[in-house]
């Protein structure tokens, strides 16, 4: 007996989703936060330069500034989400990043833009490690790598909903419509709050184990792991490339139809949310993970090379280099993207995943803090063709030392009792 094409569409789509209870939970409320980012990455530019009245160059400072800062609160934060649980820390930031948001929206001054800002990036590092943690709760290996890659299908997913629900709020372009969009985003915190009310409210590790671990700051003479955050850190670099060095790349240094901005974007949105799952696999196993850190390097080179090609070139001729750019992107995120599900997870200590993934955090932290005026000066200065093969062979270079790291650290004598309590 045949399956009609409905129930062979349903059948697909189960096999995708994370398992029933606490799995489906997590996804349902990342589902409802990344739509909040999707309507905030689009519109809140504009409603600082529009509405506020602040001027772009004060707007970018106070983000690079708020973003530098955030970066402290990434082991902190991540300490309590060990302490009193990953589910109540998460739900209290969430709670805090409504606030500020809320907040956000009645601003009017620069200083009240650089200090809100402040505070909800800071809880933005925190609930990165907090809901790192939390996935550790739901079960190990394979089973948190699958969540971890599901949940970045989720992002891509959200942020296309998000930004799609702004589009007529652009076009629109009002003080009020900008207004209520920051409020619907300010909704989506305690919206996404309200699944993790059926998640057990249970720490990360047993009663007294700390005594046994040594020091809560242990993370920090971790120095495979700080090698690791560093490696990951510097490959991170690629999504600045999507969001900041695109744009500008094409309109300014060739000759491809502006519209390309948004189909190199389609190209990788569809290819995460298609392929994210499948290129996980395996990725719990370290050996691996490091490897797909190492082809994720590789990819990216590529990815500079061709962009490369691009400077001055021909409309046509021009697209499609610049498509193959976008599938070489991808597919460096995706590989790099699984590498770190597993080795962020894999390489914690039980019961430390709170301030092992916030520490982890400050890798992509940094790298979104300094990568705008890296590229610009690389990629979007004099000598463009020559900065971007510069930037892919860092790429290239970090990709490579992944497994170098995980291999020297295996063969160290003891260390696995020396990391683990």
């Given at each position: 007996?045949?399956?009609?094409?409905?129930?062979?569409?349903?059948?697909?789509?189960?096999?995708?989703?994370?398992?029933?209870?606490?799995?489906?939970?997590?996804?349902?409320?990342?589902?409802?936060?990344?739509v909040?980012s999707?309507?905030y990455?689009?519109?809140?530019?504009?409603?600082?330069?529009?509405?506020?009245?602040?001027?772009?160059?004060?707007?970018?400072?106070?983000l690079?500034?708020?973003g530098?800062?955030?970066?402290?609160?990434?082991?902190?934060?991540?300490?309590?989400?060990?302490q009193?649980?990953?589910?109540?820390?998460?739900?209290?930031l969430?709670?805090?990043?409504?606030?500020?948001?809320?907040?956000?929206?009645?601003?009017?001054?620069f200083?009240?833009?650089?200090?809100?800002?402040?505070i909800?990036?800071?809880a933005?590092?925190?609930?990165?490690?907090?809901?790192?943690?939390?996935?550790?709760?739901?079960?190990?290996?394979?089973?948190r790598?699958?969540?971890?890659?599901?949940?970045?299908v989720?992002?891509?997913?959200?942020?296309?909903?998000?930004?799609?629900?702004?589009?007529?709020?652009?076009?629109?372009?009002?003080?009020?419509g900008?207004?209520t969009l920051?409020?619907?985003t300010?909704?989506?915190y305690?919206?996404?709050?309200?699944?993790?009310?059926?998640?057990?409210?249970?720490?990360?590790?047993?009663?007294?184990?700390?005594?046994?671990?040594?020091?809560?700051?242990?993370?920090?003479?971790?120095?495979?792991?700080?090698?690791?955050?560093?490696?990951?850190?510097?490959?991170?670099?690629?999504?600045?490339?999507?969001?900041?060095a695109?744009?500008?790349?094409?309109?300014?240094?060739?000759?491809?139809?502006?519209?390309?901005?948004?189909?190199?974007?389609a190209?990788?949105t569809?290819?995460?949310?298609?392929?994210?799952?499948?290129?996980?696999?395996?990725?719990?196993?370290?050996?691996?993970?490091a490897?797909?850190?190492?082809?994720?390097?590789?990819?990216?080179?590529?990815?500079?090379?061709?962009?490369?090609?691009?400077a001055?070139?021909?409309?046509?001729?021009?697209?499609?280099?610049?498509?193959?750019?976008?599938a070489?992107?991808?597919?460096?995120?995706?590989w790099?993207?699984?590498?770190?599900?597993?080795?962020?997870?894999?390489?914690a200590?039980?019961?430390?995943?709170?301030?092992y993934?916030?520490?982890?955090?400050?890798g992509r932290?940094?790298?979104?803090?300094?990568?705008?005026?890296?590229?610009?000066?690389?990629?979007?200065?004099?000598?463009?063709?020559?900065?971007?093969?510069?930037?892919?062979?860092?790429?290239?270079?970090?990709?490579?030392?992944?497994?170098?790291?995980?291999?020297?650290?295996?063969?160290?004598?003891?260390?696995d009792?020396?990391?683990?309590?």
């Open positions: 007996m045949t399956t009609s094409a409905p129930g062979r569409v349903h059948a697909l789509f189960s096999t995708c989703l994370p398992a029933p209870g606490q799995n489906r939970l997590l996804a349902v409320s990342w589902l409802v936060k990344t909040g999707g309507l990455l689009t519109t809140s530019t504009l409603f600082f330069t529009r509405v506020v009245g602040l001027p772009v160059h004060q707007v970018a400072t106070g690079t500034a708020a530098i800062v955030a970066l402290v609160g990434s082991v902190p934060l991540g300490r309590l989400a060990d009193f649980g990953p589910r109540r820390t998460y739900a209290a969430l709670g805090i990043q409504f606030a500020t948001m809320a907040a956000l929206a009645l601003a009017r001054t200083a009240a833009f650089v200090a809100l800002t402040m909800f990036l800071v933005e590092q925190g609930s990165t490690a907090a809901r790192g943690a939390l996935i550790a709760t739901v079960g190990e290996g394979a089973e790598v699958r969540l971890r890659a599901y949940l970045r989720v992002t891509n997913v959200g942020i296309t909903i998000g930004a799609a629900a702004s589009a007529l709020v652009i076009q629109a372009d009002t003080e009020v900008y207004t920051l409020w619907c300010a909704l989506t305690p919206g996404a709050a309200v699944p993790l009310w059926w998640l057990p409210a249970r720490k990360t590790r047993p009663a007294g184990s700390a005594a046994r671990s040594g020091s809560g700051w242990q993370v920090l003479r971790d120095r495979r792991y700080a090698a690791v955050t560093l490696i990951c850190g510097v490959l991170s670099l690629q999504a600045q490339v999507l969001s900041f695109v744009p500008l790349w094409v309109l300014q240094h060739t000759e491809a139809p502006p519209i390309l901005v948004s189909g190199i974007v190209v990788n569809v290819m995460v949310i298609c392929m994210q799952m499948r290129f996980s696999r395996g990725a719990e196993d370290n050996g691996r993970a490897r797909m850190c190492r082809n994720a390097g590789i990819s990216l080179f590529a990815a500079c090379a061709l962009m490369a090609c691009t001055g070139t021909g409309g046509w001729s021009a697209t499609v280099v610049l498509l193959l750019f976008a070489a992107l991808t597919l460096g995120e995706l790099l993207s699984a590498g770190t599900f597993g080795l962020s997870f894999a390489l200590p039980d019961g430390m995943h709170g301030q993934l916030g520490f982890f955090s400050l932290g940094a790298a979104n803090a300094v990568a705008p005026s890296l590229i610009a000066v690389l990629c979007l200065g004099t000598h463009p063709q020559e900065g971007w093969i510069a930037l892919g062979v860092v790429f290239a270079a970090a990709g490579a030392m992944t497994p170098l790291v995980i291999r020297h650290a295996s063969v160290r004598p003891g260390i009792s020396q990391l683990r309590p």
